[in-house]
């Protein structure tokens, strides 16, 4: 395997930037599912990887596929997004897939006891219908009737046959999941840390919130007869804050807000917003959104306001395979850098390929805690980490099957 992990490093850090040209809109990275810059992207990719000897193929949810190895040996996938938030960055998701790449050609003559196979996954952040993760989905054969018409229409209109969708799932024997991404946070930075392993994906829950009050004159109202369902929110955003810093490991963002009618002379006679709130533990997240919940019932109260919360989505925690996180502990030790382990605020297709097979996730960090940004970076020290990392993963895994 190719031991200069610092020249690959650079190499995919280019590779990265050349993939961001590839956008819907000039002048930014906006990239939704299977829109037309995808094909150059799947292009791109097939052209570096043809002196590997690998099978490319697109499969009908368009993602991305390449595997080299016997076609009925375990394999190995790595793997993560192709597609982009609007106006992104050039690293979220896509630095997963150059990655896989660079250990693909690392590989040279060198036989492995397993297939390894490289998914780029064509949609993972909801951006084209608000719905995510619809590559992993396709290969866990998780799609249900409403994705799969969601996507038949820009399935067909990419070149692609939505009937086949079916052949999209991985077929057993599938040794695991690993998955590099970069943080998205400033945890790893503060820490002076090159890596970070995955010991679980936070799970969410998203809360629509109504405050209800009555509208009436801003300069003829006095302060008594007001029922202001904007000042109960705001109060109840109060809330929402000390929550989050009184309970470690909870992030809850209230990152939303509408008054109605929303002109500056009138009080309003609704305020709607939007909670988001995470946490590796499910049974921590939900108590938190208890107590956020009564807390909005009481500012009603109080303010003579009503309220109403409703639950738009609720995604269970999902931790990593036990297994494989040593592994990768192990692996990250062997190539010279601390082991810390963390979860993920952020979702991932790791959460998806977590419910079928042993999965595992490497984070690199992100300069100044960017993403979702064109500012988002990475440093080409970090990705070398990563790397050598990820190439001690393989040998340990290699051993396994001695």
Not at 164 to 185: C, M, N, S, V, W
Request: charged share 25%.
């Amino acid at each position: 395997m190719n031991p200069d992990w610092n020249r690959a490093a650079q190499q995919c850090v280019e590779r990265c930037r050349v993939l961001a040209n590839y956008t819907e809109e000039p002048g930014w990275t906006t990239r939704t599912y299977l829109s037309k810059p995808m094909h150059e992207v799947h292009r791109t990719l097939a052209e570096w990887l043809a002196p590997c000897g690998c099978e490319v193929h697109i499969d009908a949810a368009g993602n991305f596929r390449a595997v080299r190895g016997v076609a009925d040996a375990p394999r190995l996938v790595i793997g993560s997004h192709l597609d982009t938030v609007i106006h992104a960055g050039a690293f979220d998701g896509i630095l997963g897939v150059v990655m896989g790449v660079a250990f693909l050609e690392s590989l040279g003559t060198h036989e492995l006891p397993f297939a390894l196979e490289l998914n780029g996954f064509s949609e993972e952040e909801g951006v084209r219908f608000g719905v995510p993760f619809l590559g992993s989905r396709a290969v866990t054969g998780d799609l249900d009737d409403r994705a799969i018409a969601l996507m038949s229409g820009p399935i067909r209109e990419f070149g692609l046959n939505a009937g086949d969708l079916p052949l999209a799932r991985l077929r057993p024997p599938i040794t695991g999941y690993l998955e590099f991404h970069i943080e998205q946070g400033p945890v790893l930075e503060q820490l002076g840390l090159p890596l970070g392993i995955v010991e679980a994906i936070a799970g969410q829950t998203r809360l629509e919130v109504r405050f209800e009050g009555r509208a009436a004159h801003a300069g003829t109202t006095p302060p008594r007869l007001r029922k202001d369902p904007l000042a109960g929110a705001a109060e109840w955003m109060v809330e929402v804050e000390r929550e989050m810093r009184e309970t470690p490991g909870l992030v809850a963002t209230v990152g939303r807000i509408h008054a109605e009618p929303g002109a500056p002379n009138v009080i309003p006679s609704v305020a709607t917003l939007s909670l988001d709130v995470r946490h590796a533990i499910d049974s921590i997240r939900h108590g938190a959104a208890r107590r956020l919940a009564d807390a909005a019932e009481r500012i009603a109260g109080t303010r003579c306001l009503r309220v109403h919360m409703e639950t738009r989505s609720d995604l269970a925690a999902t931790p990593m395979d036990s297994g494989f996180v040593s592994l990768l502990e192990d692996a990250v030790r062997a190539a010279g850098f601390p082991a810390h382990r963390m979860p993920s605020g952020a979702g991932h297709d790791a959460m998806i390929l977590a419910k079928h097979f042993p999965t595992a996730m490497l984070f690199v960090p992100s300069p100044g805690g960017l993403s979702h940004c064109p500012e988002e970076s990475v440093r080409e020290e970090d990705v070398a980490a990563g790397l050598a990392s990820g190439a001690e993963f393989l040998r340990l895994l290699e051993r396994r099957y001695a």
